[in-house]
């Protein structure tokens, strides 16, 4: 039987698209559901172009065998555009297998020929307006209330009037890390804080804790609309 597999940046990104693919399954009436088990995510471990195509050349084998259908890639946009990460995913692709159709869009299958075998290939980049990476996403997705998160905006203005500086980046990932230790955390859980309340346990948290996101937010249409590509 063949199978849908999404590449992706990281652990992180894994679990975060684990819940969402569950969340899915629950709202999809008419498409099957999406099936995608813990072997068929490939993390990266962080990116670049080597990861990425070793990655690629890796489903060689189970294309070769017809157990692939179908593969999505999924990364951060970052500070890039749009183009410019198509442009580093075509490359990896075409290193990985030669002759192959070009990605143009998001969102949009493109026919590779694997020893005489079809697969489809897709691309999506998780961003916000354009920009970023999951923190910032859920960062916006968050629905709990989040006071000791937001009290960091106190914290980073004190930083700028000392002549300190921290990337969004940094700030996100920060305020997230917050978010889900002191403002999501509950008693019985800070006894285990690190396994249950903070990114090293973000397993956990996407397992467990799903109601602290926001999973109808207007921010997560476009990764929706792509996962229902592989049902």
Not at 161 to 169: D, E, H, L, S
Not at 177 to 191: G, N, Q
Request: hydrophobic share 40%.
């Amino acid at each position: 039987m063949s199978s849908n597999i999404l590449i992706v940046e990281s652990k992180n990104d894994k679990y975060f698209l684990q819940a969402i693919i569950r969340y899915l399954n629950c709202n999809i009436e008419i498409a099957s559901p999406i099936l995608i088990s813990e072997e068929d995510y490939m993390s990266m471990d962080g990116l670049n172009k080597i990861k990425l195509t070793n990655a690629l050349k890796d489903l060689k084998a189970d294309i070769q065998k017809g157990e692939i259908e179908r593969v999505g890639i999924i990364i951060d946009i970052d500070n890039y555009q749009e183009i410019e990460r198509i442009n580093f995913i075509n490359e990896c692709v075409q290193e990985a297998f030669a002759e192959t159709p070009l990605l143009i869009k998001v969102k949009e299958f493109v026919n590779l020929t694997v020893d005489d075998l079809n697969i489809q290939l897709a691309c999506y980049f998780t961003n916000l307006d354009g920009q970023g990476e999951l923190e910032k996403v859920l960062k916006t997705i968050k629905i709990k209330g989040s006071v000791h998160a937001d009290c960091l905006e106190s914290w980073k203005d004190c930083l700028q009037k000392n002549g300190q500086q921290i990337t969004v980046k940094e700030f996100n990932k920060f305020w997230v890390d917050m978010y889900i230790r002191f403002d999501t955390c509950s008693k019985m859980e800070k006894k285990q804080a690190e396994r249950k309340c903070s990114m090293k346990g973000f397993d956990y948290v996407m397992t467990h804790k799903t109601t602290i996101w926001n999973f109808e937010h207007p921010a997560l249409n476009d990764l929706k609309d792509f996962l229902q590509l592989f049902c």
